[in-house]
């Protein structure tokens, strides 16, 4: 399956931008989906992560009561709606795919998207 994100992009600290992956070669239905980010330094980190039928959910502690992920599955679609942005949000965030319900490490997924940068100032 092929993933490609987009909707990154510059936003005051306090801002919201919703970010998208859209699926093609495969349904996402038969996959978990999930959402990592990495700064410039840093690892790449667990964002959020839903399962195949975004009955279920999880979130990293530091994104908890802001960002929202979901999906459509008839529009092969999975996105990351992100409010109350901090600086610390900036990063490249990555979408992914595994055969997984979902997971929180990068090694349970298989499949990556290419990132889109989201660079939130104070």
């Known amino acids: 399956v092929q993933l490609q994100a987009s909707g990154g992009g510059l936003v005051q600290a306090g801002g919201s931008l919703r970010l998208s992956c859209a699926a093609s070669g495969r349904t996402l239905t038969r996959y978990g989906m999930g959402w990592f980010r990495q700064a410039p330094g840093k690892e790449r980190e667990f964002v959020a992560a839903?399962?195949?039928?975004?009955?279920?959910?999880l979130y990293a502690d530091s994104v908890k009561g802001r960002f929202t992920i979901s999906r459509d599955n008839d529009k092969n679609t999975v996105y990351l709606q992100m409010n109350s942005l901090k600086p610390e949000d900036t990063g490249v965030y990555y979408c992914a795919a595994t055969t997984r319900p979902y997971g929180m490490r990068t090694n349970d997924y298989t499949y990556w998207g290419q990132g889109t940068q989201v660079t939130v100032s104070s």
């Open positions: 839903i399962n195949w039928s975004g009955i279920s959910s």
